[in-house]
């Protein structure tokens, strides 16, 4: 490739040193149109069938999405035919409008016509293509040709629109100069008027220019200094709505639609997921999503993006890659030890704050608002951090190990992971935990017990433990008093063998298991040497729970776990 380049030739940006786009900000949603059933099919190397394309645009619809281009009529029987089942067979809400596509060709544009009677809302998009190269080798002509070309089918759709709007459908129009990234700007304005002047739009009925990256050909920086140019320069912007077209050759259709609305277009036509043609068409569900994760409404509703995921892989059977914003199989994950503390801790300060904001590092959006679980946030490997682990047993299993705990068990886990060689899966997080903690009950095993509690009349609270122990084979009787269950069983034991510890530490929460609720005690105690012991017991029981978790402390210092 060493000389290769030299044949590309570079774009050349418009000169506009007083631009303003970069100061302002998005602050509203645009008119979203998607272009899915068209530019997204045509894409396709299986096209939607009918009953594909009436299920994609069912979930257009449900998602919010207004304006939907649903085909080009006149292309195939099959276009045809889906836009006719879609108008006789009702499916088309009144709040929705649909817009054909047709090239500005006189026979085309008649089949059109024919193609939306009995249609409530449209809007009818025609198209021929201006750019430099397109005039050069397609169409061997100039600026005149190509605007001659767009006036005339212009006359023709004004013309043939009378009895169409006569007989009660709102129909408005949309004009593409397509390829007009690579148009000269002065051309594109002078084009677009002549097309606005024929079709007499005015503020109250506008037009909608369309002004499509047909190609991808320059940094986002050099498209929003055309719109703006383009803008200010359109002699009858009042009577027109400017809509943005990009494609993602370049990979910057998301940044050139963003650039392009600071620089003053209103509407934005795209496809989910980014389906069309090459590279695909700019995705709408990123845009409306980096609107929404900058606070402000996207005015689309993605809050179950796994169902809108499977419709399209089924409809398009095309695949969404792992690292898809927003939706991909990875992009909830953090495989990073770092990360994964970091993202515990930015969750249990939401917690503890209780902060109205999202503040989760690594986090851009809550998981939750597009229908996602936490469940695939956190994997562990080798790589995942002392947290990591413990955040998988809270936010898989409920279980909230106290923080002293968390480099034993993130050991514990790392050792499975270096062991097996690969990532674990929460429920094997979960089996390490329970073997280690909740399944150690030899040697000492609690057969039976009683507690009997009173409280005196200066309102202490007295509790006696009397419960019957086995150590292997060796059944025997142990009781003991104190101010609470826990005190009670320690001073129980104390005169056995278990004895060499001392009781330092323990939590206890609540943690439900389908419609049940269980107690989860995390005990720490201390052996002779100052070496802390954790042990975990869990039961219905919320007494029982800290005694268990007792002896499984003591059952993994005697069997040498710790
Ligand atoms: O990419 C494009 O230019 C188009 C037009 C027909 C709008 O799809
Ligand atoms: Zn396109």
């Avoid at 980014?274 to 929404?292: C, K, Q, S």
């Avoid at 009683?450 to 006696?464: I, L, Q, R, Y």
């Avoid at 070496?531 to 869990?538: E, H, N, Q, R, S």
Wanted: glycine residues 8%.
């Amino acid at each position: 490739m060493k000389q290769a380049y030299q044949k590309y030739i570079p774009f050349e940006p418009i000169a506009l040193p007083d631009r303003t786009w970069p100061e302002k900000r998005l602050t509203a949603a645009p008119i979203w149109c998607s272009v899915d059933l068209r530019d997204g099919n045509q894409a396709l190397i299986d096209p939607m069938n009918v009953e594909e394309k009436l299920k994609l645009f069912h979930t257009l619809v449900d998602i919010g999405v207004k304006e939907i281009e649903v085909g080009f009529p006149s292309a195939s029987e099959t276009e045809y035919e889906f836009i006719r089942t879609l108008i006789d067979g009702g499916h088309i809400p009144d709040d929705v409008t649909i817009q054909v596509l047709v090239q500005a060709r006189e026979h085309l544009i008649k089949k059109t016509f024919e193609a939306i009677q009995g249609a409530k809302h449209v809007i009818f998009h025609f198209y021929n293509s201006t750019s430099t190269l397109q005039r050069k080798v397609v169409f061997h002509t100039d600026v005149a040709g190509v605007k001659q070309i767009a006036v005339d089918a212009a006359k023709l759709i004004r013309e043939l629109s009378e009895p169409v709007v006569a007989s009660g459908v709102d129909l408005r129009y949309q004009y593409s100069p397509e390829s007009f990234m690579g148009t000269e700007m002065d051309a594109a304005v002078e084009i677009c008027q002549a097309v606005i002047e024929t079709l007499g739009a005015t503020p109250e009925h506008k037009i909608i220019l369309n002004l499509p990256t047909t190609v991808e050909n320059c940094m986002p920086n050099y498209f929003a200094d055309e719109i703006e140019y383009f803008i200010r320069k359109l002699p009858s912007r009042a009577c027109a709505i400017i809509s943005l077209h990009p494609h993602n050759d370049r990979g910057e259709g998301v940044a050139t639609a963003e650039l392009g609305q600071l620089a003053g277009a209103e509407r934005v036509e795209a496809t989910l997921f980014g389906n069309g043609e090459r590279t695909g068409n700019v995705d709408m569900v990123t845009l409306a999503l980096n609107l929404y994760t900058q606070g402000v409404d996207p005015r689309l509703d993605f809050s179950d993006i796994n169902r809108i995921r499977d419709v399209y892989e089924q409809v398009t059977k095309m695949k969404i890659g792992e690292r898809q914003p927003y939706v991909g199989e990875l992009v909830f994950t953090a495989f990073s030890g770092s990360h994964q503390d970091a993202i515990n801790k930015g969750t249990h300060y939401m917690q503890e704050s209780g902060t109205e904001y999202w503040e989760v590092p690594y986090l851009p959006i809550d998981p939750a608002d597009v229908g996602r679980q936490y469940e695939p946030i956190i994997r562990i490997n080798s790589q995942s951090g002392k947290g990591g682990a413990a955040f998988v047993m809270q936010h898989h299993f409920g279980f909230d190990l106290p923080k002293v705990m968390h480099p034993e068990f993130g050991h514990i886990v790392q050792v499975e992971t270096d062991r097996v060689g690969k990532e674990l899966k929460p429920e094997r997080v979960f089996e390490l935990f329970k073997a280690e903690y909740m399944d150690v009950t030899v040697p000492y095993e609690l057969v039976r017990h009683s507690f009997a509690e009173f409280t005196d009349e200066s309102g202490h609270s007295h509790v006696t433990f009397a419960g019957t122990l086995r150590h292997q084979d060796t059944v025997f009787q142990v009781q003991g008093s104190g101010n609470g269950p826990i005190d009670a069983f320690f001073n129980a034991i104390h005169g056995q063998k278990m004895d060499r510890f001392t009781f330092v530490d323990y939590k206890e929460h609540a943690v439900s298991d389908g419609s049940d609720s269980m107690a989860v005690a995390y005990i720490q105690l201390r052996d002779k040497a100052g070496k802390d012991v954790f042990g975990v017991g869990v039961s219905h029981n919320i007494n029982l729970a800290p005694l268990k978790g007792i002896l499984s402390a003591i059952n993994r210092a005697v069997t040498g776990r710790v």
